[in-house]
Antibody, heavy 117, light 108 residues
Framework: QVQLVQSGAEVKKPGAAVKVSCQAS????????LHWVRRAPGHGLEWMGW????????KYSQKFQGRVTLTGDTSASTAYMELRSLRSEDTAIYYC??????????WGQGTLVTVSS | SYELTQPPSVSVSPGQTARITCSGD??????VYWYQQKSGQAPVLVIY???KRPSGIPGRFSGFISGTTATLTISGAKVDDDADYFC???????????FGGGTMLTVL
């Protein structure tokens, strides 16, 4: 069965960077793009971007352009989201989600990133 | 930037019909997707390609679109449907994704 398993919770100081992983199983990793979505406390879902590990193509939300990097390691069937220059407003739960012709059919369990001094 | 607009909250009694709208110019050209998110859980896809229901999603969930407004309808809402609902689409020219602001559905 399809599974997306994310790395554990992180606590970071303002200005630092965080890298969250999303390990896929149960399907061919390179056949689907993986999107990253976050939800901050008191806010809604926010789309961050996607990565296609099969061809290394990426697309980023204009809001995060320059501060986020999405990558994929085909040998490990794992996608990564690195967010830099963290600020308190980046405190959120970060999710990866598999794209099937536009729909996000499977989601990771979420990774809580807390930014606090 | 691209925007999808949803009402912040909708409230119905069990057994009533809940309707959640999502408006945005991009919906005239691109599909809309609906996600349900319960507290402490990852989102779940409930409607895709405007009107289609994934396997495992109860038949009381349906989607409709007219022009630039999409509607998620929950017929005979149950207490278990109490959740946040988000519409999603993507802009056609540069593939930017966008979520609506979300609607908190209260069923009680």
């Amino acid at each position: 069965q399809v599974q997306l398993v994310q790395s554990g919770a992180e606590v970071k100081k303002p200005g630092a960077a965080v890298k969250v992983s999303c390990q896929a199983s149960g399907y061919t990793f390179t056949s689907h793009t993986l999107h990253w979505v976050r939800r901050a406390p008191g806010h809604g879902l926010e789309w961050m971007g996607w990565v296609n590990a099969g061809n290394d193509n990426t697309k980023y939300s204009q809001k995060f352009q320059g501060r986020v990097t999405l990558t994929g390691d085909t040998s490990a069937s794992t996608a990564y989201m690195e967010l830099r220059s963290l600020r308190s407003e980046d405190t959120a739960i970060y999710y990866c989600a598999r794209d099937v012709v536009g729909a996000f059919d499977y989601w990771g369990q979420g990774t809580l990133v807390t930014v606090s001094s | 930037s691209y925007e999808l607009t949803q009402p912040p909250s909708v409230s119905v009694s069990p057994g009533q019909t809940a309707r959640i709208t999502c408006s945005g110019d991009i919906l005239a050209k691109k599909f809309v997707y609906w996600y349900q998110q319960k507290s402490g859980q990852a989102p779940v896809l409930v409607i895709y390609d405007d009107t289609k229901r994934p396997s495992g999603i109860p038949g009381r969930f349906s989607g409709f679109i007219s022009g630039t407004t999409a509607t998620l309808t929950i017929s005979g809402a149950k207490v278990d449907d109490d959740a946040d609902y988000f519409c999603y689409s993507k802009e056609s020219s540069d593939n930017q994704g966008v979520f609506g602001g979300g609607t908190m559905l209260t069923v009680l």
